[in-house]
């Protein structure tokens, strides 16, 4: 994005030629927990050298009681597991059995940490040398700058850190992480300022950290809102929950099969953001042909894209809105009732906003994608009623190439697609369509295009600029052109003459 990213992408750089031979995806835990580990502890000094001075609200203060350290939401570190004593013996062969031994004391002491912490680093498949210079490495971050700025600094290291490892590990990678710039849009759009966040296959907790941010970034507090998330791999849930913690967001974070055990049943959410798996085949279909939550028609067994957009809707407060990313097959597909599904959801009023995302956004796959925005309550007051329309983006246009293989969108790119949609449901809002790119449609409109979804369905092509010079003139430039270019006469050519004579053009 616009950050200046200069010291990550350093420390990346250092931190990857560590690597050696190890998998990115192992590799990964052993420097998301270190980062994790430098962060509580330099959190934990800051407060030490305080209690320890014992000057004015600290007086009396002792710097070795744990419950000193809660009462200022700081994780306690004992001090075998302090990051100065872990570096001063970081060149000797012992330091990954004393690595794993630290994240051990500080889980036993911080019970919201238990079974958080990689506990990996006395592997002896793990380099110590590597390992060692890995500590003198991240060591370095935050090293000459006080404590709010280099906690702020460690967590966006950590997050450069998860996309990187994410476009290292490729396909495997976008299971964990969502990129950052479709994160923002989703963000930006629903402007989740305060009320009760979801996300339903949080990964590493991307929407959580991007909700925060936005809600500071406007001048909110953090605290009001409360933030849900449920994640079916505990490996990346450990992630998330490191993620959270590095910014101090407190979070309802849950294990578990979404489909078959939702760990927030009674939830009404009033923002859904969520990167659901795209045509999900063995989500467990089969054993939930009577669930509750298929209110628009029961989802096909050998794809879950239909359960998702329903499981959310059923999530969804009486005021709440849904951002979903979905493959684009969603938007169209017809097969297993899905047809059907869509159809009786758009009939509802239930879907607010479809937007066409470019290609190449995506570590882990090159399938193309959308974002599907549902309202529960288009009519409500906070915005225009927008019940008898539906409004479609066709943003396939935009993003920036950030290497060979991937694109992302740019600040400015995000701007524009959200403040497409905050005009367009404004009261006030002086919203107009744009050929090419944006077009508000009616119910009916959608009607006659048999419920397909589809922005490019309606947004239609962009005027393009006319250079006055007449079509005719064009015509008749061009074929005098092919006329000097086929002397030759072949097969090709004379089929390319047959059919310019067919529409009027000989030569």
Known sequence: MAENNELERTLW?????????????????????????????????????KLNQGQGEFEGADPEDADEYRAYNIFFVPEKAR?????????????????????????????????????????????????GELIDLIGTIGFNQDGHTAKDLLGRVYEYFLGQFADAEGKKGGQFYTPA????????????????????????GG???????????HQGNIKDISIYGQESNPTTLRLARMNLAIRGIDAKLESGDTFLNDRHKDLKADFILVNPPFN????????????????????????????W??????????????????????????????GDIRRNMIEAGLVDCMVALPAQLFYNTMIPAC????????????????????????????????????????????????GTYHTWR???????????????????????????????????????????VPFEEKMNALTSKLAEQFARGDELERTIRENLKGIGYGF
């Not at 929407?207 to 970034?217: A, D, I, N, R, Y």
């Not at 054993?287 to 939550?293: A, E, G, N, Q």
Request: net charge negative.
């Open 13 to 49: 750089a250092a931190a990857d030629k560590l690597r050696s031979n190890m998998d990115a995806a192992e590799y990964k835990h052993v420097v998301l927990g270190l980062i994790f580990l430098k962060y509580i502890s330099d959190a934990f000094n800051d407060l030490y050298e």
């Open 83 to 131: 990051w100065q004593y872990l570096q001063d013996r970081a060149k000797q062969p012992e330091i990954g059995k004393w690595v794993d031994e630290a994240m051990d004391a500080i889980e036993k002491i911080n019970p919201t940490l238990k079974g958080v912490l990689p506990q990996i680093y006395a592997d002896p498949d793990l380099n110590k040398q590597r390992l």
């Open 181 to 204: 710039s479709i994160v923002k849009v989703l963000v930006e759009m629903l402007e989740p300022y305060q009320g009760r966040v979801y996300d339903g296959c949080c990964g590493s």
């Open 207 to 217: 929407m959580f950290v991007q909700s925060e941010k936005f809600v500071l970034s």
């Open 280 to 307: 999900v085949s063995d989500w467990s279909g089969d054993k939930l042909r009577d669930d509750i939550r298929w209110k628009y028609g029961v989802p096909p067994v050998g794809n879950a894209n239909y359960a």
């Open 309 to 338: 957009l329903q499981h959310f809707l059923h999530k969804l407060s009486p005021n709440g809105t849904a951002g979903i990313v979905l493959a684009n097959g969603s938007m169209n597909s017809n097969s297993g009732g899905e």
């Open 371 to 418: 974002l599907w925005f549902l309202a529960r309550n288009k009519t409500n007051h906070k915005f225009r009623d927008r019940s008898n329309e539906i409004l479609f983006i066709d943003a396939r246009k935009l993003g920036t190439m950030v290497n060979r293989r991937n694109r992302e969108l740019t600040d400015e790119d995000v701007a524009l697609i959200a």
């Open 426 to 468: 404004s009261k006030d809002g002086a919203y107009e369509d744009k050929a090419g790119f944006c077009k508000a449609a009616t119910i009916e409109e959608v009607r006659n295009n048999n419920h397909v979804l589809m922005p490019g369905r309606y947004v239609g092509t962009e005027e393009e600029v006319d250079d006055g």
